[in-house]
């Protein structure tokens, strides 16, 4: 890498091409920030405190508001901190450290979204055996799987990228230091490593998403079957929140990652990554407050609770 490789630092382009609007965008995607932070750790303390909410479902959800907070983190105190700073800089093996973990938290959230499509395909159409099936141990090892899963493809991602020569221009056109803009700088053809890129987001992104689709082919189907007006709404209730998580994650993660380089246009795809980065982060706990009636239920305890003590 050191005869190959001249660059030892990048350079972070970010919004600096709006100088005008640098302030502006930093107060707007701090507040974003903090709502997402807050509303993730709003999730993940319901679920923790309330004694009612310790079924499969919430042990996922817990998860995924982790997973929010963890991806979220990666990026944006990064981007505040050049909003408001002279130089962009970052040092080749921090841009690597924060391609790992960008792919790491993003990989693991696919595969978790997943697991949770799973949940509420044995809990809807295979209800008497469900806690048999997603037992307190599976959950855990559903979960421990995701993580490795998502270790391993960042790692070999972020291995391959950075084993490239990069040995002339340095600046990044993006926020942060994601795979196409770093393909872009590479010395040489990257025909192959591009390639790989596109392999690896089709089967990590759309292998999962096919599984989903499956699972809810099944869901709708069963949901469909009821007799019961009340069952079939009480049933679209546990399923409406997460199909629109999954709705908006692989739709953004999908044409992100499975286009050719041709097709780039990092100006524009910038503006985009913010939805995925920024936008899905926050509306997650938001989807979930407002269409789980467990998690209202729970919400509501827990004031009660506070009340009660005198706070």
């Known amino acids: 890498m050191e005869n190959k490789t001249s660059v030892t630092e990048f350079i972070i382009l970010g919004f600096l091409k709006l100088p005008e609007f640098k302030l502006l965008l930093f107060m707007v995607f701090s507040c974003l920030y903090f709502l997402t932070v807050l509303g993730n750790i709003i999730i993940i303390t319901i679920i923790t405190v309330d004694g009612v909410l310790k079924t499969p479902m919430y042990f996922f959800l817990r998860n995924l508001s982790f997973l929010e907070l963890c991806f979220t983190s990666v990026t944006i ?63 855990i090892q559903f979960s421990a799987a995701c993580w490795f899963v998502g270790f391993l493809v960042a790692a070999g991602h972020t291995a391959v990228i950075f084993s490239l020569p990069f040995c002339g221009p340095n600046v990044i056109n993006h926020f942060f230091c994601d795979i196409q803009p770093l393909l872009m700088l590479v010395c040489g053809d990257t025909y192959w490593n591009e390639i790989q890129v596109i392999a690896v987001a089709g089967v990590v992104l759309m292998l999962p998403f096919i599984l989903v689709l499956v699972s809810y082919i099944h869901i709708i189907t069963t949901i469909l079957r009821m007799s019961s007006a009340k069952s079939r709404n009480k049933a679209f209730s546990t399923c409406s929140s997460h199909l629109t998580v999954v709705s908006l994650y692989y739709g953004t993660a999908v044409f992100m990652y499975t286009r050719p380089k041709a097709s780039y246009s990092l100006d524009k795809d910038k503006w985009f990554t913010l939805f995925y980065c920024v936008v899905t982060p926050l509306l997650n706990p938001v989807i979930y407050s407002l269409r789980n009636k467990e998690v209202i239920i729970a919400r509501k305890r827990s004031r009660l609770k506070t009340k009660v003590m005198g706070f």
């Not at 841009?95 to 790992?100: H, I, N, P, V």
């Open 77 to 139: 105190p990064n981007m505040l901190v050049n909003l408001l700073s002279e130089e962009t800089k970052i040092s080749f093996v921090g841009c690597a450290t924060q391609l790992y973990f960008f792919l790491l938290t993003g990989v693991t959230e696919c595969l978790l979204l997943t697991v949770m499509s799973y949940d509420r395909y044995v809990a809807i159409c295979i209800p008497l055996r469900y806690t048999a099936i997603m037992s307190k141990k599976i959950c």
